[in-house]
């Protein structure tokens, strides 16, 4: 199997994560559970990188590192996603487990732990429940461009009052104790099973007005992902169009991208928000969606800088220079991911059906060498997916190599949402 088709898409890793998460609950217990600082300290701060709408930062275990790992809201133990991080990091006595997935039935193979230690800058925390997967599958380092080792969000969130400035690319995180101001807008949020939940006002043609509980999960990369409603399939808009939303452990999840009308938080409002639909089938009945109705993501959340109280079961919004963004879908048709052994190669991972990449002869596993003239090499996973994504009609000139054949292409960027 090409390294590209093991490349699980960031929106729906985490409905796999809230069955470790499940698992992990009953099984490591009595382990310490907050992260401290050392002697009188009480607040730090760490600066990120921001990929693909996901929060990227060092963090180190057992005194080694700094390894990359995603922040996630979303997300209950320590996930390690890198399994040489075993004999890198010497461990032994693992216990094994089988972590049912989507699909049909099929099972992770993967260790859990509670015997590790992790640190963000100065703050610590000891024997943090821990899921290793045995096998890469989700290939976080292709799709991101950059080495990443796995996800920390509950443990993390919920021994500080930590605050996401998306505008200067610095998470600050301080003791639930002390004293400080806390700006923006204020709603309430639910913890359920390591996980923030909040309610929203939703509008749409078929249901008017309606409110959803979505979990708020700044590791999922796009803006709004509605799975379920009353426990059936959330009606979809009267535009959408079919799309590969990314890949479960049986395959494919299919489903489609269409606009909510209509988002209310409070007094904000947002306009025709890009909105992923999972196929019911696929996603929201395999694993039971009696929690929540959606998600909401990264593309939607960077538009505030953040402050998450889980001690206080509080959130807070406040606009930054990015809130009156548009809600843009990418214009190509194909995903692109990097080669995990070099970062600096770029290969088409899947092609949405009926898409421009589609109308202009692109395939998977094409290898892309250039862009508008410019050698793909010199630019970042990053800017290619921005520029993917950029404006309605741009024509973008694209070299690739297939069968060991260059070929020139042009590609007609084209909003279909």
């Not at 990929?51 to 275990?61: D, F, M, Q, S």
């Not at 538009?303 to 206080?312: A, E, G, Q």
Request: include cysteine; glycine fraction near 8%; hydrophobic fraction near 40%.
């Amino acid at each position: 199997m090409k390294y590209w088709q093991r490349v699980i898409k960031i929106p729906l890793i985490f409905s796999f994560i809230g069955i470790i998460a499940f698992q992990l609950i009953f099984s490591l217990k009595g382990y310490s559970q907050v992260f401290t600082f050392p002697d009188k300290q009480k607040r730090s701060f760490i600066n990120f990188e921001f990929i693909k709408n996901l929060i990227v930062i060092p963090i180190y275990i057992n005194n080694k590192g700094p390894y990359n790992f995603i922040l996630d809201t979303g997300a209950g133990p320590l996930i390690i996603t890198e399994p040489t991080l075993i004999d890198t990091l010497g461990l032994k006595n693992l216990r094994s487990t089988k972590i049912r997935g989507l699909g049909q039935g099929e099972e992770i193979d993967a260790f859990v732990t509670g015997e590790l230690n992790a640190q963000i800058k100065e703050a610590s925390i000891n024997n943090i429940p821990t899921a290793i997967l045995k096998k890469d599958i989700f290939n976080l380092s292709s799709y991101l461009g950059k080495k990443i080792y796995g996800i920390i969000g509950f443990y993390f969130f919920n021994s500080f009052v930590v605050k996401v400035n998306y505008t200067n690319q610095r998470v600050s995180f301080i003791l639930p104790d002390v004293k400080i101001k806390k700006r923006g807008a204020k709603f309430p949020i639910e913890i359920e099973n390591k996980k923030p939940y909040i309610t929203v006002d939703l509008q749409t043609p078929q249901l008017n007005n309606v409110k959803v509980k979505l979990i708020v999960d700044c590791g999922a990369g796009h803006a709004l992902s509605m799975e379920a409603l009353n426990g059936a399939p959330f009606p979809l808009p009267d535009s959408s169009v079919a799309a590969n939303l990314g890949v479960g452990l049986s395959g494919l999840i299919d489903g489609r991208v269409g606009r909510i009308p209509l988002l209310k938080l409070g007094n904000y409002k947002f306009k025709n928000i890009i909105t992923g639909f999972p196929a019911f089938e696929s996603v929201a009945a395999q694993i039971g969606y009696n929690s929540q109705d959606g998600n909401l993501g990264a593309e939607f959340l960077r538009r505030f800088d953040m402050t998450y109280d889980y001690p206080n079961n509080a959130i807070y919004f406040k606009p930054n220079q990015g809130y009156n963004l548009p809600f843009d879908h990418d214009m190509s048709g194909m995903e692109v991911y990097t080669d995990p052994d070099n970062n600096k190669r770029y290969f088409i991972g899947r092609i949405e059906p009926g898409s421009s990449a589609e109308k202009h002869g692109f395939l998977e596993q094409d290898e892309i060498v250039g862009i508008d003239f410019k050698l793909a090499e010199l630019y970042s996973l990053e800017e290619i997916t921005k520029l993917f994504k950029s404006d309605n009609g741009k024509t973008i000139v694209v070299e690739i190599i297939r069968n060991d054949k260059n070929i020139i292409k042009l590609l007609k960027l084209k909003r279909r949402i």
